[in-house]
């Protein structure tokens, strides 16, 4: 299946700046790559859907403006967290969706731990 | 998007088999069962895929009867490295595409 890299694995931040995740299909072009956030003992929570070449997907509550998604290649997408808070620590984890023979499955990023301080 | 229900939590002893059933009475006919393994603090992994009766890979059973309102995740053998949560997803590839929504998942806990 495709291999996904995700940097940073963590990262500390203060409270109001900004920070960037990123997301690699390694071995794989993927015109579509996943968002999600996941919070301790929780699911994963789909935020987005992100396009290459076009305008990501959110998904209903989650602030465009607040998650900003660029796609601009085929292997990569980058997901900015603007003036991150403290209520933004979470687990931001991506993946790729690669067709199968029957149904599409997902191969997802080791994440990133996002702490806001 | 089929919804799924699945036990909250499971648990179990090295070496034993454990079965995880998900429930899926709206499934489509065009829906596939879909299984991830997540580990503490790392993304999921795809574990198995099927759409009726029994598939089997090297990690993993899945087990679909003819009405294909349920499903179950046979690991044989688990070990202690087998403590996960186990995601258990239905969808369509054509109408739904790649979204995927999970659900609560199980947290199988095994004990030594």
């Known amino acids: 299946g495709a291999v996904v890299s995700q940097h940073p694995s963590r990262v500390i931040c203060k409270s109001g700046t900004s920070v960037k995740i990123e997301c690699r299909s390694l071995?794989?072009?993927?015109?579509?790559m996943f968002w999600y956030r996941q919070f301790p003992k929780k699911s994963l929570m789909l935020m987005a859907t992100?396009?290459?070449?076009?305008?990501?997907?959110?998904e209903q509550g989650v602030e465009k403006d607040k998650f900003l998604i660029n796609h601009a290649s085929l292997t990569l997408s980058t997901l900015t967290v603007t003036s991150a808070h403290p209520e933004d620590s979470s687990f931001y984890i991506c993946?790729?969706?690669?067709?199968?023979?029957?149904?599409?499955?997902?191969?997802f990023g080791a994440g990133t731990r996002l702490s806001v301080l | 998007l089929a919804k799924t229900t699945q036990p909250i939590s499971m648990d179990s002893y090295e070496g034993q088999e454990v079965n995880i059933t998900c429930s899926h009475n709206?499934?489509?006919?065009?829906?596939?069962i879909t299984w991830y393994q997540q580990f503490p603090s790392q993304g999921p992994r795809f574990i198995i895929q099927?759409?009726?009766t029994k598939v089997t890979n090297e990690v993993a059973s899945l087990f679909i009867p003819a009405d294909r309102k349920s499903s179950t995740l046979s690991l044989p053998r688990v070990s202690l490295s087998d403590t996960a949560v186990y995601y258990c997803?239905?969808?369509?590839?054509?109408?739904?595409?790649?979204?995927?929504?999970f659900g609560a998942g199980t947290r199988l806990f095994v004990k030594a």
């Open positions: 993946s790729v969706g690669e067709r199968g023979p029957h149904q599409n499955i997902q191969y």
């Open positions: 071995d794989f072009q993927a015109t579509t």
């Open positions: 992100s396009n290459e070449g076009s305008k990501a997907t959110y």
């Open positions: 709206n499934i489509a006919t065009n829906d596939y």
């Open positions: 099927g759409y009726k």
């Open positions: 997803l239905v969808g369509d590839q054509n109408t739904g595409g790649f979204k995927t929504i």
